[in-house]
């Protein structure tokens, strides 16, 4: 057996103790739907999805930013964190992408707390930032990986002391660690970690993962005063 295919086996067994009837079948059909529909295979998985459910619960967050949307289904499982007056603004590129989402947060029962803007982040959170809405508890950063500091900052300037920002696929099958390796992804990562690193308002660890998404991990940042 290959070290993918244990660790594939691993989180099945995680899977079946931790979350027996995970995905959901608003989960589940959010999955399907998504491939259905040609959406690249790149969703988070149940068990990480369960992660940032419980991290924003953990935050009892009332307020959540999501940069990236693929499918709705990490946007699912954080939405069901949030309270009956809680709120989740998704920020999605392609419109394709956000038009299954869309489908897909509805079925869920949650269209009336998640709102999915479309077109590019680096365009839409100034316009948000501009509607000065209350300081998001959680923002979870999972969108192109080259403009991850660029998205750190912003969530800085979205967030308050307290607040818990989640930035995903920092390992890239350990590519983040070799010095030779100038693929415009990895830059960007190394970035948005060397800022965490060296922000006096942030204090962050970062952990590697494998799993049903091989060998990856992501950084956590909590925000300072």
Known sequence: MSESQLWHE???YFTGR???DAPDDALAAALRDSDAAG????AVSPLQGKLLQLLAQLQGARHILEIGTLGGYSTIWLGHALPADGRLISLEYDPWHAEVAVRNIARAGLDKQVEVRVGAALESLPRLADENPPP???VFIDADKVNNSRYMEWALRLTSTGSLIILDNVVRGGRVADPDNTDPDVLGTRAALDLIGSH???????LQTVGAKDHDGFALARVLA
């Open 10 to 12: 691993v989180d099945d």
């Open 136 to 138: 998001f508890d959680v």
């Open 18 to 20: 931790l979350l027996p």
């Open 39 to 42: 959406l690249p295979p790149i």
């Open 200 to 206: 006096p308002r942030l204090s962050g660890t970062a």
